[in-house]
C-alpha cells in the first residue's frame, strides 16, 4: 500500500430482488428505504463491464440508514467511517437497521450502474477482506485478475460454492484496450502467470499489479462516453458523471 489516503469511489447498487435468505432475515426493518450495496473501487471506468458483485460469506455487514430514503449495505468499519465523512447523515451518526451474513446475501440481483449488463448477481469470493473498503467488491473480470479468476472457479465448482450457476452466466466484457494484452487484460495477466485458483493469491498479487498498471497508463476506453479516450482522462470523467447522476459517491480510507 502507498502513502495518504486512497481515493476510492462507491458506487451505489440498488438491491432490485433479495435472495430469499437475505428477505427472511431482511423482514422490513429497511423501513421502505431504497437499499442499495455500495461497493469500493480504484477503477470507475471500468463499471462498464461489471459482470457479478463479490461479498465475503463469513463477513457480517450491516443495513445503514444513509437518509430517510436510501439505506446502504456495507461493514459496520465502513459505515463508521462513511458518516464521519458526512456520507451517511447526519453526521458522525449512525443507525443500523439490520444484521446479515455474507453468505445470505449472496444470489442477491442488484443494478450495476454504467453497466453494458445492469442486471447482476452476488455471489461469493474468498479474497474478500473485510477491513479495507466497504466489503462490497464489485466485479470486472476483464480488468481485474481476482475478479476473473473468482468467476471462473465459480463457473467451474457452483455447487461447492453454493450458487446456481444462472448467477454467474455473464461473460467478461471488453471495456479497455491495452497495447500489451488486447481487449481483455485481466483474463491475459492470468493465463500468462498459469493462475490456476482464487487461492493462488501470491501471484493474483503480482497479476492486480501488471494488469493495474498496463490499463491505468496504457489503456484505452471501449465503450461509453468517453470512449476513445485515455483511462487515465476517462477515469475522472466517468467517476464525476457517477456522482452527479447520483450513482456513486467520493470515499476516502
Ligand atoms: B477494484 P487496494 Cl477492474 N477486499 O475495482 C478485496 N478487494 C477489494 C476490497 C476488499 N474489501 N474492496 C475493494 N477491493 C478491490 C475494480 C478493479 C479494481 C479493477 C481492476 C483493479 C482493481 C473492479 N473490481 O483494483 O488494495 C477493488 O477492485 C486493483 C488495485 O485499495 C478495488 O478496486 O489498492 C481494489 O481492490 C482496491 O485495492
Known amino acids: 500500500e502507498g502513502f495518504g489516503p486512497q481515493e476510492y469511489t462507491g458506487i451505489k447498487m ?3 430482488e433479495w435472495s430469499s435468505a437475505a428477505k427472511e432475515a431482511l423482514g422490513d426493518k429497511a423501513g421502505g428505504r431504497k437499499v442499495f450495496l455500495v461497493a469500493a473501487t480504484l477503477r470507475p471506468e471500468t463499471m462498464y463491464g461489471q459482470t457479478n458483485c463479490f461479498v465475503g460469506t463469513s463477513i457480517k455487514y450491516g443495513v445503514f440508514a444513509a437518509n430517510d430514503k436510501e439505506a446502504y449495505v456495507c461493514t ?7 458518516a464521519f465523512q458526512g456520507i451517511i447523515t447526519p453526521r458522525g451518526n449512525i443507525e443500523k437497521l439490520a444484521e446479515i451474513e455474507g453468505s445470505r446475501i449472496v444470489g442477491t440481483k442488484i443494478d450495476a450502474p454504467f453497466a453494458i449488463n445492469p442486471q447482476v448477481y452476488v455471489l461469493p469470493m474468498d479474497n474478500v477482506i473485510a477491513t479495507k473498503g466497504t466489503g462490497v467488491v464489485t ?3 476483464s480488468d481485474s485478475p481476482d475478479d476473473f479468476q473468482t468467476l471462473t472457479d465459480l463457473r467451474k465448482k457452483p455447487e461447492f460454492y453454493k450458487i446456481d450457476p444462472s448467477w454467474a452466466a455473464i461473460d467478461p466484457v471488453p471495456v479497455i484496450s491495452t ?3 488486447g481487449e481483455m ?3 491475459a495477466v492470468v493465463k500468462q502467470l498459469k493462475i490456476q485458483s482464487q487461492k493462488d493469491t501470491k501471484q493474483l498479487a503480482e497479476a492486480k499489479e501488471i494488469a493495474y498498471k498496463e490499463g491505468f497508463y496504457n489503456g484505452t476506453m471501449l465503450v461509453g ?3 476513445g479516450l485515455s483511462v487515465q482522462e476517462a477515469k475522472v470523467k466517468v467517476r464525476d458523471d457517477m456522482i452527479k447522476e447520483g450513482k456513486a ?3 476516502a480510507e
Open 139 to 141: 466485479s470486472v473480470p
Open 179 to 181: 497495447p500489451t494484452y
Open 76 to 82: 459496520l468499519r465502513a459505515a463508521r467511517s462513511m
Open 249 to 251: 459517491f467520493a470515499y
Open 14 to 16: 440498488e438491491v432490485t
Open 185 to 187: 487484460t485481466a483474463p
Open 225 to 227: 462516453a468517453y470512449k
